[in-house]
């Protein structure tokens, strides 16, 4: 493991890129695992980032949590709207500023990714909530599943036409398409890049695993929802570019995440309503 922990390293290093990283997710996490949470640490953490602060405001004073008078500082935007789903919408912005641009090296036009990920959060978080499960643990994880992307998409573009060939030649899947042309794929390279942002050992493995949860040792239950979220979002449309969804691992999500086939219509339902809604809240923000 060390040694590839050293070779994915060796390959994020050399990348010219690397998205942001979103440094006060993982403290916000911790304090939201926290029974009496301390709304003025959260503001303290929000607050190091005049613009979210800004758009968390916006958003609080818009039509859906608009009170008679608008809240004039974060604080009482916080307590009005409550830190899971301040939470939530903070991971969607801070994804977006990642996600929204095109990834030419996978063929993704601008916004897909992002739209694909929000989705993808979405439906995982729903399944999460039946089933008694960290719901913003789940969110998190989904929405920064493909995060891996974002750093390969600069080497493919110099190689978009032999990882086509490779996977139409070949029929193999993307992520084998993706160690042949490129020594790396995008799942491991998100895990380790997550790992080394210091987030959480599930959210990590979940991430590197999302499209094998049986090999995500303990967390086989977080990264079947963000698997089945993937696929989710995929069944409602909500794929890119070029890229059709590998469901070997699909008997053993369900069975890890203890939702039967028929479920997930209901699933997606419930996440085309909950993706409007969030596309309505977030505007320009998303």
């Known amino acids: 493991m060390e040694t590839l922990d050293h070779d994915l390293d060796s390959y994020i290093d050399r990348v010219t890129n690397l998205p942001p990283a979103p440094v006060?997710?993982?403290?916000?996490?911790?304090?939201?695992?926290?029974?009496?949470v301390d709304s003025s640490r959260v503001v303290e953490l929000i607050q190091c980032d005049p613009a979210l602060t800004a758009a968390v405001l916006r958003l609080c004073?818009?039509?859906?949590?608009?009170?008679?008078?608008?809240?004039?500082?974060?604080l009482e935007a916080v307590m009005r709207m409550g830190f899971t789903r301040v939470y939530e919408l903070v991971v969607a912005i801070i994804g977006a500023r990642s996600m929204r641009p095109a990834q030419k090296g996978y063929g993704i036009d601008e916004g897909e990714l992002w739209k694909h990920s929000v989705v993808t959060a979405l439906a995982a978080k729903c399944m999460a909530r039946d089933h008694g499960t960290d719901e913003s643990v789940v969110f998190t994880?989904?929405?920064?599943?493909?995060?891996?992307?974002?750093?390969?998409a600069?080497?493919?573009?110099?190689?978009?036409?032999?990882l086509m060939k490779e996977i139409q030649g070949n029929q193999a899947s993307l992520l084998?398409?993706?160690?042949a042309v490129l020594g790396v794929q995008h799942a491991e390279i998100g895990g380790r890049l997550l790992a080394r942002w210091n987030f959480?050992?599930?959210?990590?493995?979940?991430?590197?695993?999302?499209?094998?949860?049986?090999?995500?040792?303990?967390?086989?239950?977080l990264t079947s929802f963000v698997y089945l979220g993937n696929m989710v979002a995929h069944f409602m449309g909500f794929g890119y570019g070029h890229q059709a969804l590998a469901l070997r691992g699909r008997a053993e999500a369900l069975s890890f995440a203890e939702i039967k086939p028929q479920e997930l219509p209901h699933y997606m339902i419930e996440t085309f309503g909950l993706f409007n809604e969030m596309k309505a809240l977030l505007g320009a923000n998303g």
């Open 200 to 221: 959480p050992d599930g959210l990590v493995s979940a991430v590197w695993n999302h499209h094998t949860p049986s090999a995500a040792i303990g967390y086989e239950q």
């Open 141 to 152: 994880a989904a929405i920064l599943h493909d995060i891996g992307k974002i750093v390969l």
């Open 24 to 36: 006060i997710l993982p403290q916000l996490l911790l304090l939201l695992n926290k029974a009496d």
């Open 61 to 74: 004073n818009s039509a859906f949590f608009a009170s008679a008078t608008a809240a004039s500082d974060l």
């Open 154 to 162: 600069q080497a493919l573009e110099q190689s978009y036409a032999k």
């Open 176 to 179: 084998e398409s993706e160690a």
